[in-house]
């Protein structure tokens, strides 16, 4: 303790002599000199803490509750290379709060929740940004607007890996990324997507990995299948989507098939949907008929339950008439023989009758003819 005391006695004179030089330590954060680490970890800090050395490379404040973010945030911190802002409910984000940070190469602003974003929020002046984390950070569509604008104005021409995970994101508008030039890495992993549209994906002549797992797709069309045939060289995963068995899936399982090279997952993919293709290979539906052709799968499989169902009513009401035919045997064997009498009857009248009438008129002619 007595050498703690000295220790800090020596540094206040030390401080005290050369004056703002001093490395000191903002309060409620841990610093490391030697490891160029500063850590202001579940702190309960309501805005980014004054005083954070300059020799700082790693910068962690994470989980506080820090509300805003700006160019006054970050002063002074030449050598910082990573900056991790994660799970504090930061929810605006100013045009040029990083601008100074000449070192800075990785910026994590996952878990927040960003509603405004201010066109030029992620420019940093030489241009050395590399890795953006967006994951879980945008608080709701307008949000995404806000996004694509600052895409498309901080000159992220630089930019390796955005992470875009875990967003709820439904459409992504056209050329949101063309402005890119330079990323390789994109994530957007457990979205809603339920399309991959013209333009979706353009000018991403770099990309080398696609995540699109967890999402809503439940087919790609002619338009998804081009766009992902647009990025030469990325490897892309397609897992955990919703893929739906129907007409219509089958160019997409053939594509499937002359591209398992690019998409990773590919032997893995199954149909989600309808219960009866479930687990089955989507690589395996490319070379099955679904028995589709023009017509849609569910009508034509209704229009066969409902033949088969004629079928076997017809049938039963053929059996009971079969059946009561049995039952009364005795009674329509009567009723026959009844009929029969009476056809008799009425044929035995008949011929009385015709001989009756006719016999006059035989007895005149032969009388008339004997005259
Ligand atoms: C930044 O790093 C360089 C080289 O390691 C060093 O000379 C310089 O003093 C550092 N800047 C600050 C503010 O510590
Ligand atoms: C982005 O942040 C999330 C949550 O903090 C993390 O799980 C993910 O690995 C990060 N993404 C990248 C590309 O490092
Ligand atoms: C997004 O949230 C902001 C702030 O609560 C709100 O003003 C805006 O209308 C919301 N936008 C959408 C599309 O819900
Ligand atoms: C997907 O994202 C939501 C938030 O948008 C999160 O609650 C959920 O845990 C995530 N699921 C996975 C599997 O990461
Ligand atoms: C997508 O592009 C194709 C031609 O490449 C075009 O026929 C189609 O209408 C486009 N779709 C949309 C939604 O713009
Ligand atoms: C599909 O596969 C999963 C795991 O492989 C299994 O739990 C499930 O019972 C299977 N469903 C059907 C309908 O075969
Ligand atoms: C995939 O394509 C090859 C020819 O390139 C073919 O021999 C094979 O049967 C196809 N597989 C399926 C599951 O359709």
Known sequence: FVSNMLDLMQRVVFCALLGSVCASCPPRCECSEAAHTVKCVSKDLRGIP???????????????????????????????????????????????????LRSLRSLDLSNNQLAVIHPEAFTVLSQSLRELNLSRALYNYSSVKDLVTSLRWSSLGTLRGLDLSDNNLIFLPPRMFSHLNS??????????????QNSTLSDLEQLEELDLTLNALKTLSEEGLQELDSLPRAAVLLGDNPFTCMCGIEPFALWLNRSQDRIRDAESLMCAFPAS???????????????????????????????????????????????????????????????????REVWEGYHYRFEMDSDPRLSQVSTSADV
């Open 50 to 100: 004054a005083g954070i050395p300059g020799y700082t490379r790693n910068l962690f404040i994470t989980g506080n509750q820090i509300s805003r973010i700006g160019p006054e945030s970050f002063r002074g911190l030449e050598n910082l290379t990573s900056l991790s802002l994660s799970n504090n409910r930061i929810s605006e984000v100013e045009s040029h709060t990083f601008l100074r």
């Open 183 to 196: 990323l390789q890495r994109l994530q957007l992993s457990n979205n809603s997507l339920v399309a991959i």
């Open 277 to 343: 293709m479930k687990n089955t290979s989507l690589l395996a539906v490319g070379s099955l008929t679904l028995g589709c052709y023009e017509r849609d799968a569910g009508a034509d499989l209704a229009l066969q339950t409902s033949y088969v169902f004629l079928g076997i009513v017809l049938g039963f009401i053929g059996l009971i008439f079969v059946l009561v035919l049995y039952l009364n045997r005795k009674g329509i064997k009567k009723r026959i023989y009844d009929m029969r009498d009476a056809c």
